[in-house]
């Protein structure tokens, strides 16, 4: 059974420091509307143990990593340093970025006019040039986003990872376990009715399909809640519970799960294919899942989906985002839907794009 050792703001990152320092793993994290941040800084893992935190890619061929979760260590998250804005960056419109975004959309529409694939998930890595501490940036993830999956993920051969993800892939306890469907994204404040336009509900069934067709096949008793909309800071999705009774282990169903085609598409392989050939880059770990494998009842297992977040590299950030495409869509508003995503975290790092 983890341990958990409470701690002060101050002692809590002495031993953060302490990791970076001797270039060990570690990860913070921030369940959703969690008052605690949780520090797990022991060793990765060895062999199949069950109590663990895990880090995966998007590509099944990248290696995934994993730390052991015996001891915890927990600071409240009103204890975490405030941090006060240093002022706007600006960060100029690359009209370039744009152009190459609008044409990989209108090759996947011509893949989809041709029945190549119903759906496929686009996405571009937005790099900010300088350098920002990833411990200020945390806090201020934390701080900020209550409802969502905050994280810290450092590791000497991945490097540093943060972000705020509002989607839920898996949380099991027991034999009893919740999955969420989400897909489709809308600028919204607060409160603010959203009418749902036809392409984006096609493409939340999508999700929910592939998903119900698993789950049929591992557990039993299935009910689902929704489609309803999410809040998720100034962007609202369309989401889709499902529960059911659990009858094989949940690392197989995630296994089989992901990726989901509201990261990658349908059918997964072609979508994949696609996926690799056109964006230009690698993805590493943005669209994989992250989070808690754990047997422990009071620790239930919870994954979440690699979505907004950004890599700290030595003299650059990039902020990773993505869209997901259809027959319907149109290339102008999926690309403005990546100007939207970004804005998730350009407002902790204080940026601006004009």
Not at 105 to 130: C, D, H, M, W, Y
Request: aromatic share 10%; proline share 6%; charged share 25%.
């Amino acid at each position: 059974m983890p341990y958990q050792e409470n701690k002060s703001s101050s002692a809590f990152f002495e031993k953060v420091n302490t990791c970076l320092e001797r270039n060990t793993p570690f990860v913070l994290y921030k369940l959703p509307a969690a008052k605690e941040v949780i520090g797990i800084m022991d060793e990765p893992a060895a062999g199949d143990q069950y109590n663990r935190f895990i880090f995966c890619p998007f590509e099944s061929d990248q290696k995934a990593y994993e730390l052991m979760f015996n001891s915890k260590l927990a600071v409240s998250l009103k204890e975490l340093p405030v941090v006060k804005s240093h002022g706007p960056v600006s960060l100029p419109s690359d009209a370039e970025a744009k152009d190459n975004f609008i044409k990989l959309v209108e090759e996947a529409q011509q893949a989809l006019a041709e029945n190549e694939f119903q759906k496929v998930v686009l996405s571009r890595a937005v790099k900010i040039p300088g350098k920002q501490d990833p411990q200020q940036t945390f806090c201020r993830l934390a701080r900020t986003y209550s409802n969502a999956f905050c994280y810290w993920w450092f590791h000497p051969e991945t490097g540093h990872w943060l972000g705020a993800s509002p989607e839920l892939l898996l949380a099991a306890q027991d034999n009893e376990v919740t999955i969420m469907s989400v897909a489709g994204t809308r600028k919204s404040k607060p409160g603010e009715c959203v009418n749902w336009d036809q392409k984006e509900i096609e493409e939340q069934d999508m999700v929910s399909a592939y998903i119900r067709d698993i789950l049929s096949q591992h557990g039993t008793d299935i009910s689902e809640e929704g489609p309803y909309t999410i809040q998720a800071g100034s962007l609202v999705h369309i989401g889709t519970q499902f529960k059911a009774s659990l009858q094989t282990d949940p690392t197989s169903l995630v296994k089989e799960l992901h990726p989901t085609p509201a990261v990658c598409g349908v059918p997964k392989e072609k979508a994949s294919r696609f996926i690799k050939q056109g964006e230009g880059y690698k993805r590493e770990y943005y669209t994989g899942y992250l989070g808690l494998l754990s047997s422990n009842p009071e620790n239930p297992s919870s994954l979440y989906v690699n979505l907004r977040c950004m890599k700290f590299d030595d003299n650059a950030i990039t902020v990773y985002v993505g869209c997901g495409i259809t027959a319907a869509s149109d290339p102008e508003m999926e690309w403005q839907e990546t100007v939207d995503k970004c804005q998730t975290m350009f407002k902790i790092l204080d940026i601006s794009q004009h």
